[in-house]
């Protein structure tokens, strides 16, 4: 499978000059399996700019199937929705596998983002294509785009996101954004090493540098040390840095990522590969 | 007065290499009359700037005090609001303006902080929030400064607002479409409609008064920022869609007799080059339909004094 960048940032875009390089849009990711089909994962603003690119093959004739995986419901990863083309054109269908014990409880959420104080287009049912939202069921694997899937609930400050394991043909790409305990963490447990064993690629987020975090605990994001200790005693293969805080310049996430290799170094992760993700790159899995 | 662009961008903010002169971020204005407290128009994500910005005067101590002027809830017209330091800050005073809904507004901003979609609570802001609901016609005085506002044709109502002070005028028309073709109101419209088609005369008569509502706001004013963000042919294209095109923006100035016309509300692919080339062309048009205003194209960082010095 091949996995693109579309958004790269956490919390709220932050276009300029000084983001260029990474990019300021909000987290979305594609998944391309080689059989063909496509997987979002996330609805940050980038899914705006994926959704154009969309347009010349079958989504543009509403010919199109995709699935989409949310992590969670914050703005940051839904965003992008009503600027999805795609969702315009009759015909199109996604699934949606979000958090929730009910898919009636993730539609809902999404149809508060449509509420017509809020957006022009006043409720989900008047986007054109179809959508099934579903439930994702938590350690228990389920098969989208020809792929097995398992989601992965983990802590997010005083709530929670899913993480995705995707895996095709033995080769696996892990998705673990937004992850963070609102205390000082004491390491990666067992169940979250385990669920990140031996990935070929392990997108994590790396919201903060370990001393903005120290001030920012209550919000359950990542510092890139909390990656390198993580994807270290998992043994994955490459490590995708994700979600950089809205205020770090491109200097600031280089310089992150300076130190990410360092860190993965002091902790004994040296044959990993070190990937910051930028927003427009493509990752061959 | 001082008036500031933080966010100039419509619908959704774009960053990124091909609008990083003009700006990604959405609608965001602020007009400081001298020696006053800001008065702020519009939340998009530029708000997140100018509060860090704030932050740096008495907002920081906890000693600020803002108004904050919302057109209508939109979006790209609030969605800065979670990230305005000056609210985390105990002591700071933020008074938000809005149209009447049919909630309360406190109950409409609170929405946007519900757990699923953000993690901090409106009750948890620490400075003191203040909802003021608006009618249409409504005057009111912010310090020093004189505010009146007029009803603009979009969808959901979208309000104009006109801030006299220092002996000058500001205008602020975002959301609208032009005064002809459609009378928005709450109704979802999901195809453009034939723009060929004589309108019933209720629905024109209505569109007339609304249309004249707001060249009476703009009387005389020294700048007029107006939601230019169609150019006519895309205009053609989506005309249910709300947003107005510099032609419309340039008869409404014209009417008006402002003193100087900014195209705003960008849309979300413009470029800059795109920008600069509508800017040039309607400079020249300004120039040879012997219109006296000046024309420019909102980008932000840009800033007007204007009035007493």
């Known amino acids: 499978m091949k996995i693109r960048f579309w958004g790269v940032r956490g919390s709220i875009p932050a276009p300029g000059p000084e983001t260029i390089r990474?990019?300021?849009?909000?987290?979305?990711?594609?998944?391309?399996?080689?059989?063909?089909?496509?997987?979002?994962?996330?609805?940050?603003?980038?899914?705006?700019?994926?959704?154009?690119?969309?347009?010349?093959g079958p989504f543009g004739k509403g010919a199109g199937r995709g699935t989409i995986l949310l992590s969670h419901t914050h703005w940051d990863h839904i965003q992008g929705l009503g600027f999805f083309a795609p969702v315009f054109i009759p015909g199109n269908q996604f699934t949606v596998w979000g958090p929730g014990t009910s898919p009636n409880f993730l539609e809902e959420i999404l149809e508060g983002q449509m509420d017509p104080n809020f957006s022009p287009l006043q409720s989900l049912k008047n986007l054109a294509a179809g959508f099934q939202v579903r439930a994702a069921p938590c350690g228990e694997p389920f098969e989208a785009e020809g792929l097995t899937i398992t989601a992965r609930e983990h802590a997010h400050g005083a709530t929670t996101a899913l993480a995705f394991r995707i895996v095709e043909d033995g080769r696996s790409f892990v998705y673990a954004s937004d992850v963070g305990q609102p205390f000082a963490d004491t390491g990666p447990t067992p169940e979250t090493i385990a669920f990140f064993a031996d990935a070929d690629v392990l997108l994590h987020d790396t919201t903060y540098r370990p001393v903005d975090q120290a001030t920012r605990r209550n919000r359950g994001f990542s510092s890139y040390e909390d990656a390198a200790i993580v994807a270290t005693a998992a043994r994955v293969r490459r490590l995708v840095m994700f979600h950089y805080d809205q205020d770090y310049t491109d200097d600031d996430v280089d310089e992150m990522a300076?130190?990410?290799?360092?860190?993965?170094?002091?902790?004994?992760?040296?044959?990993?590969e070190l990937v910051p993700a930028r927003e427009g790159e493509e990752l061959e899995i | 007065m001082k008036v500031r662009f933080w966010g100039v961008r419509g619908s959704i903010p774009v960053p990124g290499r091909s609008t990083s002169r003009y700006g990604g971020n959405t609608s965001c204005v602020e007009v400081r009359p001298r020696g006053a407290a800001p008065i702020i128009i519009d939340a998009g994500t530029g708000l997140r700037r100018l509060g860090k910005s704030l932050m740096e005067e008495?907002?920081?101590?906890?000693?600020?005090?803002?108004?904050?002027?919302?057109?209508?809830?939109h979006w790209d017209h609030v969605q800065g609001l979670p990230f305005f330091s000056p609210l985390y800050r105990a002591g700071n005073q933020v008074h938000i303006f809005a149209r009447q809904r049919d909630m309360h507004l406190e109950a409409v901003f609170s929405q946007q902080h519900d757990s699923p979609y953000f993690p901090v609570p409106l009750s948890a802001m620490h400075a003191d929030m203040h909802f003021h609901e608006l009618i249409e016609g409504a005057r009111f005085d912010i310090g020093k400064a004189r505010v009146t506002c007029t009803r603009l044709n979009h969808p959901w109502i979208a309000i104009a607002y006109r801030i006299e002070v220092d002996g000058a005028a500001v205008v602020y028309c975002a959301d609208t479409a032009p005064f002809a073709d459609i009378l928005?109101?709450?109704?979802?419209?999901?195809?453009?409609?034939?723009?060929?088609?004589?309108?019933?005369?209720?629905?024109?008569?209505?569109?007339?008064?609304?249309?004249?509502?707001?060249?009476?706001?703009?009387k005389n004013a020294d700048l007029l920022i107006y939601d230019t963000q169609f150019t006519i042919d895309e205009y053609r294209l989506r005309p249910h869609w709300g947003h107005s095109h510099p032609d419309d923006a340039i008869a409404i100035s014209r009417d008006a007799g402002v003193k100087r016309l900014?195209?705003?509300?960008?849309?979300?692919?413009?470029?800059?080059?795109?920008?600069?080339?509508?800017l040039a062309k309607y400079r020249h048009v300004?120039?040879?339909?012997?219109?006296?205003?000046?024309?420019?194209?909102?980008?932000?960082?840009?800033?007007?004094?204007?009035?007493?010095?």
């Open chain 1, 258 to 272: 300076a130190s990410c290799r360092s860190a993965l170094d002091a902790h004994g992760g040296t044959a990993i």
């Open chain 2, 184 to 218: 928005f109101g709450r109704e979802f419209i999901v195809t453009a409609p034939s723009l060929d088609q004589p309108l019933p005369a209720d629905v024109l008569a209505e569109l007339a008064q609304m249309r004249a509502g707001v060249v009476a706001l703009a």
């Open chain 2, 286 to 309: 300004v120039q040879q339909q012997g219109d006296r205003f000046e024309l420019a194209s909102a980008y932000e960082g840009l800033e007007y004094t204007l009035g007493d010095e």
């Open chain 2, 262 to 278: 900014c195209l705003f509300h960008h849309a979300p692919l413009r470029s800059d080059d795109d920008n600069d080339a509508i």
């Open chain 1, 22 to 56: 990474y990019g300021g849009n909000t987290a979305c990711v594609s998944v391309h399996p080689k059989a063909g089909g496509l997987i979002i994962i996330d609805m940050g603003t980038g899914l705006m700019h994926l959704g154009n690119t969309l347009l010349p």
């Open chain 2, 58 to 73: 008495s907002f920081g101590d906890g000693k600020g005090k803002t108004s904050i002027l919302i057109s209508h809830t």
